[in-house]
């Protein structure tokens, strides 16, 4: 698997472990923004209390938040992206629909404790060896298109946020539909890279869904409703989806979809393996493969290499682990990041430990302090601290960068 540092639209990934113990986890370092959006940081500050609490198989679970690097810390999953196995093409009918049912299972729960996702996307859906999907990234906002822009992914935004309105627990289960179109047909529901088509398109619910059966088509037309007021929130979406899913698969469509679902993501897996290294030549390779592409890709991979270069460079301390549903609880300890591999330019997967059961949803353990990270003069050291952070964390595995010119330019201003 590759491992190191990855470009992602929201920033960048850090793979770390720490040292005592060898367990992995993510850094993520939020793109200049992100980190200098007032609203954006003060609103992931508010959700992250609740955040860290939140114990559900289907959310990669936050171990923390360093404040002065504006550094969420995930915990690291083996697995594969929606987005990595969508590029072999199109899941199985039955894999489509466990990777939907556990997204709103997802969606269901961050809801339940007052939390938006805000913008669902294939490359924020980690599935692993066991064929179970985890929502990453919830709460973390889109970086802006442009001054003002606080919506989302373009392709997934429904059509009340293009007219300006807030986020609700509605945007979140529409993107999840439009998300699941895409893993039935391999192609999104809204494909154009023009914002004033997406947005017309949207707002017309004209959406393209291959040669998906009417039963599917229905079943997502009721979570891609233009009308909010028509459109099913995620318990309600799910209960129907268990209905058509029996009557169009048959009664054992859960098991044979995970079996599925669980085969992609191993086959992803094993197909992503890259030769290591260093740091640099990583963070060289980035920079490279973006000059060769788009303004808009070439500035985000400057920008958020740029952040892990300084984030390796002065040395993130401390994460004070609190204790998570797959692995065991340990003392803080030093983290040390692991090296890099790949170029943000193709998508990866991280190489973890082997996975362990999912917890029961919405557990709600009390976690032990998250660390405040300070600068040290190891490159790549992550020394512990015990000084507590103003805030909690975030929880996730690393994605690549987008796939389409609707990806955000960071304005870091």
């Known amino acids: 698997m590759q491992q190191g540092v ?45 955040l860290t609490l939140l114990r559900d198989p289907n959310v990669v679970a936050v171990l923390g938040f360093d404040e002065p690097a504006r550094a969420l810390i995930y915990e690291s999953i083996a697995g594969a992206t929606l987005r990595e196995m969508l590029q072999r093409g199109p899941l199985e009918p039955a894999a489509a629909l466990v990777l939907l049912d556990d997204c709103l299972v997802a969606l269901s729960s961050l809801h339940r404790v007052g939390v938006l996702h805000r913008d669902v996307r294939p490359e924020c859906i980690l599935v692993d060896r066991s064929g179970t999907a985890s929502l990453r990234d919830a709460a973390v906002p889109a970086p802006p298109l442009h001054g003002g822009w606080r919506a989302g992914s373009p392709q997934y935004m429904a059509p009340e946020l293009w007219e300006g309105r807030d986020h609700t627990d509605l945007t979140d289960v529409y993107a999840v539909a439009c998300v699941a179109v895409e893993a039935l047909t391999g192609t999104p529901a809204f494909k154009s890279d023009k914002l004033d088509v997406l947005r017309a398109a949207h707002r017309a619910g004209d959406a393209s869904v291959g040669s998906m059966s009417e039963g599917l088509q229905q079943l997502l037309g009721r979570g891609m409703a233009t009308d909010p007021e028509e459109r099913l929130n995620a318990p309600e979406l799910r209960v129907e989806l268990g209905a058509t899913a029996a009557a169009e698969l048959g009664e054992g469509w859960r098991a044979s979809g995970r079996a599925a679902l669980a085969r992609a993501a191993s086959e992803e897996r094993r197909n992503a393996l890259l030769p290591r290294r260093d740091a640099e030549t990583a963070l060289d390779g980035a920079v490279a493969s ?64 082997a996975p362990t059961p999912a917890a029961s949803a919405a557990a709600t353990p009390t976690p032990s302090p998250a660390p405040q990270v300070t600068p040290s003069t190891a490159r790549a050291s992550l020394a512990p601290s015990v000084s507590p952070s103003p805030s909690p964390s975030s929880s996730a595995m690393p994605t690549p960068t987008p796939p389409c010119p609707l990806c955000p330019t960071p304005s870091p201003t």
């Open 6 to 50: 990855t470009v992602d639209r929201a920033g960048a990934l850090v793979l770390a472990r720490e040292e005592s113990s060898g367990r992995r986890v993510v850094i993520r370092v939020l793109s200049p923004a992100i980190a200098t959006d007032a609203r954006s940081m003060r609103r992931l500050r508010h959700d992250l209390s609740s």
């Open 290 to 353: 973006a000059e060769a592409g788009p303004w808009w890709r070439r500035r985000m991979a400057l920008l958020a290499g740029a952040a892990v270069a300084v984030v390796l460079a002065a040395g993130l301390t401390a994460l004070a682990l609190a204790s998570g549903p797959r692995t065991p609880p340990v003392q803080p300890a030093s983290v040390v990041a692991t090296t890099p591999t790949a170029s943000p330019a193709v998508p990866f997967s991280e190489a973890a430990a």
